[in-house]
Structure formats: structure tokens, C-alpha cells
């Protein structure tokens, strides 16, 4: 079960509804305005995430929408970017949004490089100008952002409004959903700096693991290996390896009792072959790294309950979002990068 929008079939905005999940509009921290990360220059150059908090703050007077929305639009358009840098080349130079000609000038716009707000307007065009220089230029950070967010907040500024906004803008339930997920992250924590990893298993215990992605599969016909498996006794934690949110808990007949949880990268964290869930924890939950979400076992290759048709281990695989399909790739890497950074912490305090 997915907690966030209910399927559009009937492409018409009238009869559509998108509303969230009720946990969204109880966040912890609702405040509209992002608190200063920085108070010198010096600073500023030093924190990568100033120039965005002192753009999103902005951006929230000029539109009245939260900076966690603004935050995860941005972010939302940087991740599909990066998995489309041909279609998709980097527009500004601190803000992740990608519009195109067509769409910024309006498509029956003769001059496709028009930057007059005025001619843009009498187009359609979503080109706006808000950094005050008269011209609306899609390589201004801010006129960029701004084009964005101000064509969503034209249906409002509520949760709702903005979930309406964003279909009609993207057209397409995954793009709202992941946008409605990165807010609901960004909102709970309260900042920007969300990408600190933790390993799966707490390290240091008797676990082993090595590199086995893309080999074959005996169970379940032909399928190639998209994960590392990290072979540990019945119970071991399994801990959230991001920020992120719970998208999907249950059983699957490949991964058993499983979970997999959305990052701000626009990852798809797969933990399978639980023994066990932290009762805590459920879809549409905010996680941290280093959290347990549960416990390693055996169980799948089978219906609900099948356990121990092969040594307990857990299944780590992360997949990565392409906008309208996913893709594995092998996370042996990032696991060993993880794992050495939290050996060398740990070593670090003894
Ligand atoms: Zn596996």
C-alpha cells in the first residue's frame, strides 16, 4: 500500500483528488521560513546549503509556499537531472530545476529565447522574472525557481492546493508522490543537510558480506541478482541506511517480510528477507540512518510466513528512480564506504 495520492486514471483535473496522508499536516516542524544557516561570509562559503536556505526563504515571501515544498521541488527536479543530464543539462547554477524552451517562452511563442516577461505572459509561457532585472532568464537561479514554484501556487498554497499544483505541472502520480515525499522529510527535520549514511547492520558484529550483484537466481525462474546480501544470525538489527521515508512494508513472495524506503537522492533502499518488523515503524514513516526498521531472517520464496529455505541474511538493494521506471544498481560500494566511515567514528570515540 502506497500512502500518498490514490490513482488518477481520468486525466481531468475536476475529478481528481490528491489529498495526504494526515501525518503531513502534523509535522513536527511547520514553520514557514528555514532558519539562517549562516551569519558571515565566510560561513556562507563554507555551507553548500546558505545560498539555497537564503532562495527557498525567499521564494516563500514571494509565493506563500512552505520552503519544505520549495526545498523538495528543487531537489525532486535536481534528482531526475541527474539521471537525465543529456535531456536534462544544468540550467542554473545553484538550483536542480530543468525547464525547457517550449515551456519557459510558451509553445507558440516565435522567439523560443524570448526573456521578456511581458511576451512571455501573453504566451503562456511559465517564464518569470524575480530577480528584479527586467529580463525573465531561464539561467537565473532565481527566476528559475521561482518560474516553478509560482506556476504550482497558482492552484494555492494549502497542502491540497499544492498537490493539485503539482499534478498539473508534472502530470504524473510519481512525480507528485516523490515531491510529497521529500517535503514531508525536509519538514520534519528542519533543515537541508540530509544525506549522512549509516550501514545496515550495526558494525562491528559478525555479519559477511561481498560483492554479488547481477549474478543468477535459483528461485523464481530467471532473475539476476540486483542487491548484496549480508549473511548474519536470525536477529541482527536492520537499520535504515538514510534519511528517508517508509514507501512500502510487507510481504513479497521474492523478499519476504520487507521494506524499502525513499531518500532525498531519489533512492530506493530494499531491505528483504526480515525476520521481523520494529513495531514503530510504518509506510509513510520519517526514518534517520542508523534507525531499526528490523530484524534479519530467512523468510521468502514462498507464501506469507515461509521461513528458512535459505541461510538468514539480509537482502540490501537500491534502485534508483528514472522518473517513470526504476533502476537497480550494485550498492557493494556504498556499503563498504558506509561501513568504513562508521568504523572509523566508532574507533574515533574509544
Ligand atoms: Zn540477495
Known sequence: MKLTIPLVT??????????????????????????AAVETQAEAEA?????????????????????????AIDQYERT????????????????????DQERWAGILNPDAQDSSPLSIRFFDGIGRDADGDGQAERTSDVDLLYSLVNRISA??????????????????NRSVQRVQQFARIYAKFGKLDLFEHAFPVPVGNNYAYKS??????????????????IFANHGLPVRSTCYGVVEVKGWNPFGGWRIGIRDLNNFYHYYAHLSGYDKTVNVGDIVKPGQIVGWVGS??????GTQGKFPPHLHYGVYSDRGLFEWSFDPYPMLKRWEQAELKRLGARN
Open 10 to 35: 481520468a486525466i481531468t483535473a475536476a475529478s481528481m483528488f490528491i489529498s495526504l496522508p494526515a501525518s503531513l499536516a502534523h509535522a513536527s516542524i511547520r514553520s514557514e521560513q528555514l532558519p
Open 47 to 71: 555551507n553548500p546549503y546558505a545560498l539555497r536556505i537564503e532562495l527557498y526563504n525567499k521564494l516563500n515571501v514571494l509565493t506563500d509556499i512552505p520552503w519544505y515544498w520549495i526545498a
Open 80 to 99: 531526475i537531472s541527474k539521471v537525465k543530464p543529456k535531456s536534462r543539462p544544468p540550467l542554473g547554477s545553484t538550483v536542480g530545476v530543468f525547464i
Open 155 to 172: 492552484y494555492g498554497a494549502t497542502d491540497d492546493d499544492i498537490a493539485i499544483g503539482l499534478w498539473q505541472y508534472y502530470q504524473n
Open 212 to 229: 554479488t550483484w547481477g549474478t543468477g537466481r535459483s528461485w523464481g525462474g530467471r532473475r539476476t541478482h540486483e542487491g548484496t546480501d
Open 299 to 304: 523468510s521468502g520464496y514462498g507464501k506469507p
